[in-house]
Each structure stands twice: as C-alpha cells, then as structure tokens.
C-alpha cells in the first residue's frame, strides 16, 4: 500500500522560511516523478514544484528563486524548502507521487498518489 505523509506546515510571518518534508512508504521514489501542489481557499489546485525521475526540476513562476525541491532516496522522502514566504503562499499543500521514470511535471492528471496535506499560512 502506497502512503504520501507531508509534515512541516505551520504559521509563520513574511519573510519566513518553512520546510515541508514527504515520507513515501510502499515502493522507492528513486525512479519516480515528484511533485508538491497547493490548493488555497475557493481556488483550484495549482503546481508548485517538480522533479523528475533524474533529478531535473521545474517550478512555478511565483515560486521560483524562493522555493527549492529536493529528495533524498535513502530516507525515501521529498522536500520543500520555502524562504521569503509571502501571504499569497498561504495554502494547503499536498506531495504528489508517479510511480515512474520521467522528467518534472506539474500536470496533477499525472499523479497517481497524493498525500493528505500541511496547511501553510503566512501573514502579513
């Protein structure tokens, strides 16, 4: 049985840093394609970051240069670093597993699994 557990997620102020952390239980996520989504109130699901199976990354525009993306395979666990966190980034945030080799995407119709979220707040 496949499980996405996300923890990290909190309130913090502008400016602030967060990490978010993914542990994956079930199969490896060394050959998988990776991805963190938000969803913030009366809004749609949205991609925040990607990795692919070979490590390549992609991320949203708003988030680019604040956030950072990583696994570590040996712990089996995915990554989000947040710094310069803005009230915009105020969501619930949700780890997202394809279970297959593949470059970064941020299309959630390709996610087989997903986790059951960390809320997020930022204040102004």
């Known amino acids: 049985q496949v499980q996405l557990v996300e923890s990290g997620g909190g309130s913090v102020q502008a400016g602030g840093s967060l990490r978010l952390s993914c542990i994956v239980s079930?199969?490896?996520?060394?050959?998988?394609?990776m991805g963190w989504f938000r969803q913030a109130p009366g809004k749609e699901r949205e991609g925040v970051a990607a990795?692919?199976?070979?490590?390549?990354?992609t991320y949203a525009d708003s988030v680019k240069a604040r956030f950072t993306i990583s696994r570590d395979n040996t712990k089996n666990t995915l990554s989000l670093q947040m710094n310069s966190l803005k009230p915009e980034d105020t969501a619930m945030y949700y780890c997202?597993?394809?279970?297959?080799?593949?470059?970064?995407?941020?299309?959630?119709?390709?996610?087989?699994?997903w986790g059951q979220g960390t809320q997020v707040t930022v204040s102004s």
């Open positions: 990795i692919g199976s070979e490590g390549g990354t």
């Open positions: 997202a597993a394809r279970p297959y080799r593949g470059p970064a995407t941020m299309t959630s119709t390709l996610y087989y699994y």
């Open positions: 079930g199969y490896s996520i060394s050959t998988a394609r």
